[in-house]
């Protein structure tokens, strides 16, 4: 794709970059959009948009739509608690889990852990569950840490939790109007290895062959299962199980997202790294249903991280910002537990990859937090019903 620039003699090759739109190269020249056009008139057919200025996604063109601003103060207890949690430094399993039981000890109108599962060598799954039990709540999941080296997933999942639980009185009802579900370790087993023995480990510690090779649980939910980027090796990184849900701790997910009788109306999980926002389908080629509005919501989110830091999160489907991916959780709750809003945050960074230093644990986690808000903004100003009835049917 060859895009004409302000200067109609010079041409830029934007390869690898993300387009809302495109047309043939007949030799037009882009109209230059001004600062006073609503942004959501971009996400229609035979719009232009100016790529000279890079941003089209992050810039502040809704002048009349501002968002709730979050104040995030180092309290003394956001610092830390009498469990040891903080988020200046990566925390083990242990320690996450005490702190889980420590805010159920000392908020329990509001916090409740439940255990969900066992995993392959024998530890619980465990839920940190924020409500304050009104009905009308809409029930919100974040996981973290399903690949045992994203250090980083588990921090930002924890701070937001954390976050919500000490200022939960003075929250917008973009936060207070939800049942928060938070999974920060959705692989226990491979987070405490990749802690104790090797720093990247990637997968489970399922055995295949006679040895312990892992699986690697982002392949192994069945929408879409044994398709693209997943492989049938069990020393690939990428190896996806005998089965969809061959796993305990995926199926885990599964029996509480799908078969529990709640019924989700949002679905985040945290990896690392890329500094991405993605939403389905990684599986397949075609668009999902609801494109449109899953794009409209990634675009809030990356503009909120962006007002906050200065960061930027390309936002699209994963084979358009990363790489299509077949039997991820993130495809399955949307297109077989019929949850509308699901995405998949890539957090930082391109530099460091998974090794994230521990001075940028709290201002990624930040950044996520305004993300997070931005999203609960966008859900509760565009409701949908949780059955996506345009979908082909696939096995759940």
């Not at 974040?142 to 250090?151: L, N, V």
């Not at 090796?233 to 005998?242: C, I, K, L, Q, Y």
């Not at 390309?314 to 077949?326: F, H, L, Q, T």
């Amino acid at each position: 794709m060859v895009v004409y620039t302000k200067d109609e003699n010079q041409k830029d090759n934007y390869k690898n970059n993300v387009l809302l739109d495109m047309y043939n190269d007949s030799g037009e020249i882009l109209r230059i959009i001004d600062s006073n056009f609503i942004y959501q008139n971009l996400i229609t057919r035979n719009e232009n948009l100016d790529l000279y200025n890079a941003k089209p996604l992050i810039e502040d063109v809704e002048s009349n739509n501002k968002l709730h601003s979050l104040k995030i103060l180092d309290t003394p207890k956001q610092k830390a608690n009498d469990q040891g949690m903080n988020w200046n430094e990566y925390h083990n399993l242990d320690v996450i889990y005490a702190w889980m039981e420590s805010l159920e000890y000392n908020y329990p109108s509001l916090c409740s852990v439940i255990p969900i599962g066992i995993t392959i060598e024998g530890r619980t799954m465990k839920i940190l569950k924020i409500s304050n039990s009104d009905v009308q709540n809409e029930p919100v999941w974040i996981d973290a840490g399903i690949h045992g080296r994203e250090w980083i997933a588990p921090a930002v999942n924890t701070f937001i939790a954390n976050y919500i639980v000490l200022n939960f009185k003075s929250l917008p009802s973009c936060f207070t109007n939800k049942d928060w579900y938070f999974l920060p370790v959705a692989n226990p087993d491979g987070y405490d290895y990749s802690h104790k023995v090797d720093r990247m480990w990637r997968k489970s510690r399922a055995a295949y062959g006679g040895e312990i090779t892992g699986v690697d649980l982002n392949r192994n939910f069945s929408f879409g299962w044994g398709g693209r980027h997943s492989s049938t090796d069990p020393s690939s990184a990428f190896f996806r199980g005998r089965e969809p849900f061959s796993e305990p701790e995926s199926t885990a997910m599964k029996d509480i997202l799908m078969n529990s009788g709640i019924k989700f109306k949002v679905y985040v999980t945290l990896h690392s790294f890329g500094q991405v926002i993605v939403f389905p389908f990684g599986y397949r080629d075609e668009l999902c249903p609801d494109y449109m509005r899953l794009l409209q919501g990634a675009t809030a989110m990356s503009k909120a991280i962006f007002r906050s830091t200065g960061n930027v999160y390309k936002v699209g489907i994963s084979r358009d910002v990363m790489y299509g991916a077949s039997g991820t959780s993130t495809d399955w709750s949307y297109g077989a537990a019929k949850i509308p809003y699901c995405y998949l945050i890539e957090l930082r960074s391109k530099e460091h990859k998974f090794e994230l230093p521990k001075e940028e644990i709290k201002e990624n986690c930040k950044e996520v937090l305004h993300c997070i808000h931005a999203l609960m903004d966008f859900v509760d100003k565009n409701p949908v019903d949780n059955e996506n009835t345009n979908l082909s049917p696939v096995p759940s």
